[in-house]
């Protein structure tokens, strides 16, 4: 069992940034794979951005619509995983997930964030 707790959402305008933290409390966060999922009113949930546990080598793999604006990381020293997120459009308006998953998904109860001037 993982508890997912993300912070670093809110209001940003058009061209801005934001960094998503998700902190995990667990003993043993290297074998999760993490990922942030986000979820549009009216849309179904999707993939951001995944990294794979470092015993599979941190893989990261990103959305199209991320590519080039959004960076994931992972510090296993602090259980934490983050999503930078750069150069942020209002069509990525969405409540954004964690998620790790490994014998199974585990989800955070998500973070705002609004994407508007």
């Known amino acids: 069992q993982v508890r997912l707790v993300e912070s670093g959402g809110g209001l940003v305008q058009p061209g801005g940034s934001l960094r998503l933290s998700c902190a995990a409390s667990?003993?043993?966060?290297?074998?999760?794979?993490m990922g942030w999922y986000r979820q549009a009113p009216g849309k179904e949930r999707e993939l951001v951005a995944r990294?794979?546990?470092?015993?599979?080598?941190?893989?990261?793999n990103y959305a199209d619509s991320a590519k080039g604006r959004f960076t994931i990381s992972r510090d296993n020293a602090k259980n934490t995983v983050y999503l930078q997120m750069n150069s942020l459009k209002p069509e990525d308006t969405a409540v954004y997930y964690c998620?790790?998953?490994?014998?199974?998904?585990?989800w955070g109860q998500g973070t705002q964030v609004t994407v508007s001037s």
């Open positions: 667990t003993t043993d966060f290297r074998v999760y794979t």
């Open positions: 998620n790790a998953y490994y014998l199974g998904d585990f």
């Open positions: 990294i794979t546990s470092i015993t599979t080598g941190g893989i990261r």
